[in-house]
């Protein structure tokens, strides 16, 4: 690699650490700040709204399966979460060697 | 007693003695009258046809691009299931499909958005079946589209690549919320103030936890934007997703 491109890839590597911090940050400041959070869905405050506006409303019909605890439910996410992941970065991992393989051949070439 | 009667009877005991379901962040399962289950859903379907189509000649056209629309899909998978603290002291979560608008456009997102929120609502509780085309109206027509509107208007303006990604991904991520709160202010106005006053309450609750989350899924876009274009300017070009520059 000549410097040029050295100094361009450690360049990008810094930019995408500081942009990872600065995700990370938005995610782990609110713990910290808001002391009194209860940190649940914003679903269950919406769901007390509901109730609020109209007390009456009675949900007319119910989740055919639910996950059996916060454990399960928590397993599930992950899963979620992990083939999700898996995916984009076997994508990833494929395009950035197909990106090699072609560079190597005409490296030969010449 | 009649047999309808009878039915009837047990209907009414089943739903009475069902235990309240716990809100998540899309429209909980029952959450929403049966009328406006209905509207939303029918609303949607052109959506999710038009963008089954448009899958299908993206993929003809250019079989090289299933990856890409693999990996598209499977980010707003992952994104979906980060259920994320922010500054309102509760969670919510990102929900990722402003990638795949930019990349694939608005409506092949509603195709890929239905089939994560049937996996939530089917596997995990979260949303639900009743509640399914409403909440498929706001992520996966109203967010893509949001999307991929914002992405051309910053790029017609001639602004940077990555400003054009951030601001799709996060207006589109806020715009998905702003629709949930209006679809649950129309079903539930206030009994005073009426519709305007459900949807600052609803909006308050949704839009604000949402803002910051918002803030990074346009940054999480925008680096799997730059990864893909470092390494997939083939399927880009395929995309014409360098009409200007090539």
Redesign the interface.
């Known amino acids: 690699m000549t410097a040029v491109k050295k100094n361009k890839v450690k360049k990008?590597i810094i930019k995408?650490l500081a942009?990872?911090a600065?995700?990370i940050a938005?995610?782990?400041l609110?713990?910290l700040?808001?002391k009194?959070?209860?940190?649940?869905?914003?679903?269950?405050?919406?769901?007390k709204?509901?109730n609020?506006?109209?007390a009456d409303?009675?949900?007319?019909?119910?989740?055919?399966?639910?996950?059996k605890s916060g454990e399960v439910?928590s397993l599930?996410?992950?899963l979620?979460?992990a083939?999700?992941?898996?995916?984009?970065f076997f994508?990833?991992g494929?395009?950035?060697g197909?990106?090699k393989g072609k560079e190597a051949a005409n490296n030969d070439i010449h | 007693m009649s047999k309808k009667k009878i039915w009837m009877l047990g209907l009414f005991f089943m739903f009475a003695l069902l235990p309240q379901t716990t809100f998540a962040m899309h429209i909980m399962e029952g959450f929403l009258p049966a009328k406006w289950c209905i509207a939303w859903g029918v609303f949607t379907i052109p959506f999710v046809l038009v963008g089954f189509l448009s899958i299908q000649k993206t993929v003809k056209e250019h079989p090289k691009t299933k990856m890409l629309l693999a990996m598209a899909g499977a980010f707003a998978f992952v994104l979906s299931a980060l259920k994320i603290p922010s500054v309102t002291g509760s969670c919510s979560h990102p929900t990722g499909v402003g990638l795949g608008a930019i990349l694939f456009g608005p409506t092949a997102m509603s195709v890929l958005g239905l089939i994560v929120l049937l996996f939530q609502a089917i596997l995990l509780a979260h949303g639900g079946l009743t509640t399914l085309g409403a909440n498929t109206f706001s992520m996966a027509v109203v967010g893509p589209l949001v999307s991929f509107v914002t992405y051309k208007i910053v790029k017609r303006a001639n602004g940077p690549q990555w400003l054009a990604v951030f601001l799709a991904a996060a207006l589109g991520d806020i715009l998905t919320y702003t629709a949930t709160s209006i679809q649950l202010a129309l079903a539930f106005p206030a009994e005073t103030g009426g519709f305007m006053a459900s949807m600052v309450k609803f909006m308050s609750i949704f839009a604000i936890t949402q803002i910051p989350l918002a803030v990074s899924e346009g940054i999480l876009t925008v680096l799997i934007f730059n990864a893909i274009k470092a390494y997939g300017k083939d399927e880009l070009k395929d995309l014409k997703m360098f009409s200007k520059e090539v």
């Open positions: 990008s995408t942009l990872v600065i995700v938005l995610a782990a609110p713990l700040l808001v009194d959070g209860k940190f649940g869905g914003s679903d269950d405050k919406a769901q709204a509901i609020e506006i109209n409303y009675k949900p007319w019909f119910s989740p055919l399966f639910k996950p439910e599930l996410f992950a979620q979460a083939i999700g992941s898996g995916i984009v994508g990833l494929y395009m950035m197909r990106k």
